[in-house]
């Protein structure tokens, strides 16, 4: 079992809808990052979380230390929304471990 | 300009060859990774350096060596490509000063050994 488990993996939707993501993780953390991936490859850093809930935006980023998860939310998406959204974690130090993403694709 | 810079963006080589990524950055960070992303898969670690004289090995670092030849830089050198390196390699940077710890990510080598 993989240390952070994302779900979905694959997430269609329609422009304005609300958007959730969802991260798992089974180890303790210092910290919990959001990370989102274009089309083009490059990866943009969009939270980082240790308690409680961050906007940005129209992006809300939760995490629940007790129950090991995190939820990534898009409010009003947009298809320019569309991308690859990653979790990763970090237990100790700088390295972190990712889960394996989730592909959004949000249709006009 | 970008903050970390990866050269080259994509690179086709054969099996057997002597390959080095290069990676640069300007944002004075301390730490900088070399991780790999395979289809379907995360992001895996092949080695970081917390500073000039630190390198440590990731997850994955078998056939791959990396050298830091100054706070700037950090280079991924694969000694001999074989065809299963395919893959996408990204650089990372991040500050040790009591910072949040963001990781500042470069925007990809796509590598294909064939």
């Known amino acids: 079992k993989n240390e952070v488990e994302q779900s979905p993996q694959n997430l269609t939707a329609q422009e304005g809808e609300f958007i959730t993501i969802n991260c798992s993780y089974s180890v303790g953390i210092s910290a919990l990052h959001w990370l989102q991936q274009h089309p083009g490859g490059g990866i943009v850093s969009l939270f980082m979380l240790s308690s409680g809930k961050k906007k940005h935006g129209r992006l809300i980023a939760t995490i629940n230390i007790q129950e090991k998860h995190s939820s990534l939310h898009i409010t009003a998406s947009h298809p320019r929304d569309s991308a690859v959204y990653i979790c990763?974690?970090?237990?100790?130090?700088?390295?972190?471990?990712f889960g394996e993403g989730t592909q959004l694709t949000v249709n006009p | 300009d970008a903050d970390v810079t990866q050269t080259p963006r994509n690179r086709i080589t054969k099996t057997g060859k002597r390959i080095m990524l290069e990676c640069s950055q300007t944002?004075?960070?301390?730490?900088m990774y070399w991780y790999r992303q395979d289809p379907g898969l995360g992001l895996q670690l092949i080695y970081y350096?917390?500073?000039?004289?630190?390198?440590n090995k990731g997850e994955i670092s078998d056939g791959y060596s990396v050298s830091r030849q100054a706070q700037a830089k950090f280079s991924l050198s694969l000694e001999s490509a074989i065809p299963n390196q395919t893959a996408l390699y990204f650089c990372?940077?991040?500050?040790?000063?009591?910072?949040?710890?963001?990781?500042?990510f470069g925007p990809g080598t796509r590598l294909t050994v064939l």
């Open positions: 350096s917390f500073d000039v004289k630190d390198i």
């Open positions: 990372a940077t991040s500050d040790s000063s009591g910072g949040p710890d963001t990781q500042y």
């Open positions: 990763a974690v970090r237990a100790s130090g700088s390295r972190l471990t």
């Open positions: 944002k004075g960070h301390d730490r």
